[in-house]
């Protein structure tokens, strides 16, 4: 589910009610009332006191995920910058190779790479040492995810959660650590995309959440870690884009057709098929507030590789800074709440329904 992990829209100040929010906090304590001002100030300033961006001509970096969405839009982006892009795609045919061929410069290469095989992995990480021998590689972005299951965590199968794991998390860390020499070498940049579904519990998000979840924390350790190195690491956690054909609703509707056709009929009978039908809804009418200009987290991905002073979290996309503050500083009944008003609230399940009475 490339960039379709979260949403942000312009409604959500309206149905929190400013009015509602600052009650809550003329009772909070005054220490959390004069730290209130500072918090907006550093948490929207991305740019305070921050030096100018070293050039970036000639720079190699490495995106993954570019057949669509933020790593095609990127590509393009750091590209027309000069840079000397490694861009990897599931296709080399496919329709977004062919347009990152047409529009970008003979600077960028199209790899082919899968994230879960690991030969992938290693042909990739050997052809960039080869190719960058004289000028090093400055950055990483570690762009390519995947989920394609919405529903509860009970319903979504094991391979599912695996399959996330497997590119969200261990195709990443693989790719990571086989690129780490070349980037502790030159005291470069990696710059990963995670989801603001990796920080709370969105529902049935819940196999895409963990692996996000997963490569949060990695990528956190690795910023600790790498710092003596020199090696800047950012997370960038984006709000609700329009990324592809993730963002389909044939695509989901036919998950959904999928999923139904998996379930063992005791999930099938305490869940009940309409259950799933209204998740199906629910996310469909949500999709209608993706944001198409993904210049956001292009900006943001081309901060963290080319800042003198790169930020350790990004947080592209309407009304995101509104909901961390309500998930770490509202009680988490406020946070589910919201969730649920601006992602999905199916109805209950079928077995938890009240039983019509018996006809007499």
């Given at each position: 589910m490339e960039g379709c992990s979260s949403s942000s829209s312009s409604g959500w100040a309206a149905f929190l009610g400013w009015g509602w929010l600052w009650g809550w906090a003329a009772g909070a304590p005054a220490v959390l009332l004069l730290l209130l001002p500072f918090f907006f100030f550093f948490f929207f300033s991305s740019?305070?006191?921050?030096?100018?961006?070293?050039?970036?001509?000639?720079?190699?970096?490495?995106?993954?995920?570019?057949?669509?969405?933020?790593?095609?839009?990127a590509a393009r982006h750091l590209d027309s910058l000069g840079l000397r892009v490694f861009?990897?795609?599931?296709?080399?045919?496919?329709?977004?190779?062919?347009?990152?061929?047409?529009?970008?410069?003979?600077?960028?290469?199209?790899?082919q790479m899968d994230l879960t095989q690991e030969e992938d992995i290693q042909w990739a990480v050997g052809f960039v040492r080869a190719q960058t021998a004289g000028t090093g590689l400055w950055g990483?972005?570690?762009?390519?995810?995947?989920?394609?299951?919405?529903?509860?965590?009970?319903?979504?199968?094991?391979?599912?959660?695996?399959?996330?794991?497997?590119?969200?998390?261990?195709?990443?860390?693989?790719?990571?650590k086989g690129l780490l020499p070349l980037l502790r070498?030159?005291?470069?940049?990696?710059?990963?995309?995670?989801?603001?579904?990796?920080?709370?519990?969105?529902?049935?998000?819940?196999?895409?959440?963990?692996?996000?979840?997963a490569l949060s924390l990695l990528m956190d350790t690795f910023r600790c870690e790498l710092a003596p190195w020199g090696v800047r690491v950012s997370l960038?956690?984006?709000?609700?884009?329009?990324?592809?054909?993730?963002?389909?609703?044939?695509?989901?509707?036919?998950r959904k057709q999928e999923l139904l056709s998996s379930l063992g009929p005791e999930l099938l009978e305490a869940y009940g098929e309409e259950y799933l039908e209204e998740i199906n809804r629910q996310f469909l009418a949500f999709m209608k507030v993706a944001v198409e200009d993904l210049s956001a987290v292009v900006d943001s991905i081309t901060d963290g590789l080319l800042s003198a002073r790169p930020l350790g979290k990004y947080y592209p996309g309407r009304g995101l800074g509104l909901m961390y503050f309500i998930h770490h500083y509202l009680p988490p009944?406020?946070?589910?709440?919201?969730?649920?008003?601006?992602?999905?609230?199916?109805?209950?399940?079928?077995?938890?329904?009240p039983k019509d009475p018996p006809k007499p």
């Open positions: 740019s305070w006191r921050r030096p100018p961006a070293p050039p970036a001509h000639g720079r190699a970096v490495f995106l993954t995920g570019c057949d669509s969405g933020f790593g095609k839009a861009a990897t795609v599931m296709d080399l045919q496919g329709p977004g190779a062919e347009e990152l061929r047409h529009s970008c410069s003979p600077r960028l290469t199209l790899l990483l972005v570690n762009n390519a995810g995947w989920n394609d299951t919405i529903a509860d965590a009970e319903l979504t199968p094991l391979e599912q959660f695996r399959y996330c794991m497997e590119v969200n998390f261990f195709g990443t860390l693989a790719l990571t070498a030159s005291q470069g940049r990696i710059v990963t995309v995670s989801s603001p579904a990796g920080s709370m519990p969105y529902p049935c998000l819940g196999s895409y959440g963990a692996s996000k979840a960038i956690f984006p709000g609700y884009f329009k990324t592809g054909s993730s963002c389909s609703p044939e695509y989901w509707t036919t009944a406020a946070r589910d709440l919201f969730l649920k008003t601006f992602f999905i609230n199916p109805a209950l399940p079928r077995g938890l329904r």
